[in-house]
């Protein structure tokens, strides 16, 4: 019965035009700004032609006014600066974002000159290789929940998803730059100084996602609390 | 009647006319609507039935989980937090580990996802979709 019933069910369609809002039906696919390459048909695999068909028959969300088809538009630094803004302003964000880049890349670059020609090229000056791997080291891998059993809640340790990890990586940046400075230090300068020492896994940030993971480990007896 | 035999579908998979007629007979609404109102009246002693709420189904089904699940990845975890114990919780030297058992979580998570309403029965979800779209109507209005 389930099996001739379900194709009452179909995959919605849209009977209005709807014009960039936030919210959207889960039919929509999300919009891809970069300008790809032309690839010729042989070298695209089968799943890759299937998906290309997919966008051109489904609706498309709208772009949001944020993202470029330049190269220089990398998702990671557009989702760090929205989570940076207060009160919607993103030109001071993105102000403070780009002063961090550039403060990173003069320290690197004045590291490399001082340094002798055997470690030179040891030396990472790319910032945005800098911001990445950095907050990769930031991410934990296990993350902690509270899970309700016999009347009392245990920190039972919990597989986290990808967008969690990298949301909890930002969301330490961030509050441990905002917190943890002398009044007079700039946030740019702040960010720098963490982001580097993130970069050679030091730093408070890090230590943070190390205490996270010896609490986890700590808990392992509780592992089988969990049920998903 | 009509007996035993001529209950089980023919050669062309439909029942027999006599047996359809019977079923006909004792699954159509009028039968139904009689034997409630005989349980409900007062008129051979007291009603056999003193329903609170009335006699009719809901647009709705009630959603549940219909498995107990279970912690997933288990032995990845604690192999992984053996190693953290071993090497001061050093993710460089522990890499092995953390790449099994992210594709451990992976996999994990498509089977959750890939396996919820296949087993022939639809979910209580898409039965309360179709339930909205086609209800059982209660009145005229």
């Not at chain 1, 230090?185 to 205490?211: C, I, P, W």
Request: a positive charge.
């Amino acid at each position: 019965m389930a099996a001739s019933v379900r194709h009452l069910l179909k995959p919605w369609t849209p009977s209005l035009c709807l014009v960039r809002w936030s919210r959207y039906n889960p039919y929509y696919l999300d919009p891809d700004p970069s300008k790809d390459a032309c690839v010729p048909e042989s070298e695209i695999s089968p799943e890759q032609k299937e998906l290309q068909e997919l966008k051109t028959v489904r609706p498309i969300k709208a772009a949001l006014s944020s993202d470029t088809s330049s190269s220089f538009n990398d998702p990671l630094i557009s989702k760090f600066i929205n989570m940076m803004m207060q009160d919607g302003n993103k030109i001071l964000a993105r102000g403070i974002m780009t002063q961090t880049l550039e403060s990173i890349k003069r320290k690197q670059v004045e590291k490399y000159h001082k340094s002798p020609a055997a470690k030179k090229e040891e030396i990472e000056c790319n910032p945005y290789t800098i911001f990445h791997l950095g907050l990769e080291n930031c991410k934990p891998i296990i993350g902690l929940a509270s899970v309700q059993k016999g009347g009392k809640s245990y920190q039972v340790p919990v597989p986290l998803t990808d967008n969690r990890r990298r949301f909890l990586a930002m969301k330490w940046m961030i509050t441990e730059c905002r917190d943890n400075k002398h009044r007079r230090t700039h946030m740019y300068e702040k960010l720098s100084q963490e982001l580097l020492a993130a970069f050679a896994n030091e730093g408070n940030v890090v230590k943070r996602k190390h205490d996270l993971h010896k609490m986890a480990e700590a808990n392992r007896a509780y592992a089988h609390y969990r049920w998903w | 009647m009509t007996s035993g035999r001529e209950c089980f579908p023919t050669e062309n998979g439909d029942l027999h006319e006599d047996v359809k007629r019977h079923y006909r007979k004792t699954m159509s609404g009028f039968v139904i609507q009689d034997k409630v109102a005989k349980l409900l009246s007062r008129q051979n002693g007291k009603p056999v039935l003193r329903p609170i709420k009335p006699l009719a189904l809901k647009n709705e089904v009630a959603s549940r989980r219909m498995k107990k699940g279970e912690a997933t990845c288990v032995t990845e975890m604690s192999l992984l937090m053996a190693c953290w114990k071993l090497n001061d919780f050093n993710n460089a030297v522990c890499s092995k580990e953390v790449s099994a058992f992210y594709t451990c979580v992976e996999k994990a998570q498509s089977k959750a996802k890939g396996k919820q309403g296949t087993q022939g029965r639809l979910l209580p979800k898409e039965a309360n979709t179709l339930l909205k779209r086609f209800p059982n109507l209660s009145s005229e209005v």
